[in-house]
């Protein structure tokens, strides 16, 4: 069964340092999307993603986040200057379409981001 | 407001048993209402949802039942059973008119234990 994979599973970075979360979505979707999830709390919603542009973002998503499809297969999720409070687990997804409608969201199994 | 609420936050039910998790949300341009179901170390993954055009969805044990004038829905999971032990997540997105992707809004996940 086709599913979305993440690299790495695990990455510990300095405070302030570049990191980049790299995505593999199901094939035939359409639509990625950036979620993270502190340990213990509830997955928030980053950024969304459509016909290589942003299409929706949350509060969190600031300046220091960016995404970017560089090839017809990965998804990436770049933050610019990591803050300690940037420390989660997060999660890719991928949608077929939308339709008009949501479509069933895949979530990936997530990278671990530790900023010491 | 954007907010989906879930109760309780924790959840022990015997094997056999029926557990009940509820979510209410605010915000009335939602119109689909996923439940994920996360085990450790795992991203979400999509248990089952409705859309406000009905009232219940049943799929095997699993079943919502949606109140869309109280603005609250919930899952029951009928004969519970010991691999049911899990994070459930209740979540909502409205439809993005502009054809582009929604961003789910998650509640804060109910960790459901099943005891033999």
């Known amino acids: 069964e086709p599913e979305v994979t993440q690299t790495p599973s695990h990455q510990v970075t300095q405070m302030g340092q570049e990191v980049i979360l790299r995505c593999v979505p199901i094939s035939n979707h359409l639509y990625f999307y950036w979620y993270r999830q502190i340990l213990g709390q509830k997955v928030e919603f980053l950024v969304s993603?459509?016909?290589?542009?942003?299409?929706?973002k949350s509060e969190i998503f600031d300046d220091q986040f960016s995404v970017e499809r560089p090839d017809g297969s990965n998804f990436t999720l770049k933050i610019r200057s990591t803050k300690l409070e940037d420390s989660a687990m997060y999660f890719c997804?991928?949608?077929?379409?939308?339709?008009?409608?949501?479509?069933?969201?895949?979530f990936g199994p997530g990278t671990r981001l530790t900023v010491l | 407001q954007q907010q989906v609420k879930q109760s309780p936050q924790s959840l022990i039910v015997q094997k056999g048993g029926i557990s009940i998790i509820n979510c209410a949300y605010e915000?009335?341009?939602?119109?689909?209402f996923p439940w994920y179901q996360q085990f450790p170390g795992k991203g979400p993954a999509l248990l089952i949802a409705i859309r406000p055009d009905v009232s219940e969805k049943k799929e095997g044990r699993f079943t919502i039942s949606f109140n869309k004038s109280a603005k609250q829905f919930s899952l029951h999971i009928m004969d519970s059973q010991p691999g049911d032990s899990a994070t459930y997540f209740c979540?909502?997105?409205?439809?993005?008119?502009?054809?582009?992707?929604?961003?789910?809004?998650f509640g804060k996940g109910t960790h459901l234990i099943i005891q033999p």
């Open positions: 915000n009335t341009a939602f119109d689909y």
């Open positions: 979540a909502a997105s409205e439809t993005y008119s502009g054809g582009g992707a929604d961003g789910l809004t």
């Open positions: 993603f459509y016909n290589n542009e942003i299409s929706e």
């Open positions: 997804a991928s949608s077929e379409s939308n339709r008009g409608r949501t479509d069933t969201q895949y």
